[in-house]
């Protein structure tokens, strides 16, 4: 980690091309269990667009843990584990079905730290959607590198879930679910799907449920609940979630804020989010 020269990494970029189809969306539903209604010509919900501009590595350039090895677009971080740490979201215009877009995707900061359990370190990319010249989402995206845990290290003590929801859901998470998540954006990361390295390799209960499925959830909720689209939306994973046990989808509004969270079996905060419907 030491050797890597962060100016040579900052504003690097590349864009990637793709036709918004309808197909990716429906199969979202089914994943969902939902009726599949979306059709070209409907608004992309928020945070589906992580259903397109897939990228696709030969197996021969994928890493340990399947994600694409590290130097390409991303930095060539020496910490070998690699996850979706939270992300912020400002929604200019809806992304229609159908339409061509294009998404321009740039490194905009690497920062060293050390952690509870070691050093880490954070790189937020900047991903900014467009149809036609009309820029549509901007997202910052967190992803953080760390160590691989030490059989006999202490698992941190998670902070707890709010207890003044107004609304709360239950997700009961499968192999299923999470395999066709993974499929519809083809993420190889096998912590989703290889229990034996979920639990021997990075240290997890079982399989882990997807932070980003789990954002998704949350502006789901958010969405329904307000009768339309949020023009803000952040998330943080804080703890994480497995398909061992069920999950609390949770929330509480506040004008025209809402507050979400993602409590765990064991009470804990798993993610926490906030949607905002204020005007521009």
């Not at 694409?68 to 991303?74: C, E, M």
């Not at 998704?216 to 949020?230: V, Y």
């Not at 929330?251 to 804990?268: N, P, S």
Request: glycine share 6%.
């Amino acid at each position: 980690m030491s050797n890597l020269n962060v100016a040579d990494w900052l504003g690097h970029s590349e864009i990637y091309e793709d036709q918004l189809r309808a197909e990716p969306a429906r199969f979202m539903e089914a994943t969902l269990d939902r009726p599949q209604r979306l059709q070209t010509g409907d608004t992309l919900p928020p945070l589906w667009h992580w259903l397109y501009f897939l990228e696709a590595k030969p197996a021969r350039e994928l890493g340990r843990d399947g994600h694409p090895r590290k130097g390409g677009f991303l930095p060539p971080v020496a910490l070998p584990r690699r996850m979706w740490a939270g992300g912020r979201f400002t929604f200019h215009a809806p992304l229609q079905l159908g339409k061509a877009a294009r998404k321009v995707s740039s490194i905009h900061s690497i920062v060293h730290k050390e952690g509870r359990t070691g050093p880490l370190c954070f790189v937020t990319v900047l991903h900014e959607i467009y149809t036609g010249e009309t820029l549509a989402w901007t997202e910052e995206q967190d992803i953080v590198y760390r160590e691989d845990p030490s059989p006999d290290a202490p698992i941190p003590k998670p902070m707890v879930a709010p207890d003044n929801a107004d609304i709360v859901e239950s997700v009961s998470p499968t192999q299923v679910m999470l395999f066709r998540y993974s499929a519809l954006t083809f993420n190889g990361h096998r912590i989703h799907y290889d229990v034996d390295y979920a639990r021997d390799v990075e240290g997890y209960e079982g399989l882990v449920f997807h932070g980003p499925l789990t954002a998704t959830l949350l502006a789901d909720l958010a969405t329904r609940s307000f009768g339309r689209q949020p023009r803000r939306f952040s998330f943080k994973g804080l703890a994480p979630l497995t398909t061992n046990h069920d999950i609390k989808l949770e929330a509480r509004r506040e004008g025209t804020t809402m507050k979400l969270w993602a409590r765990r079996h064991d009470d804990a905060l798993a993610m926490q989010a906030e949607a905002d419907f204020s005007e521009a």
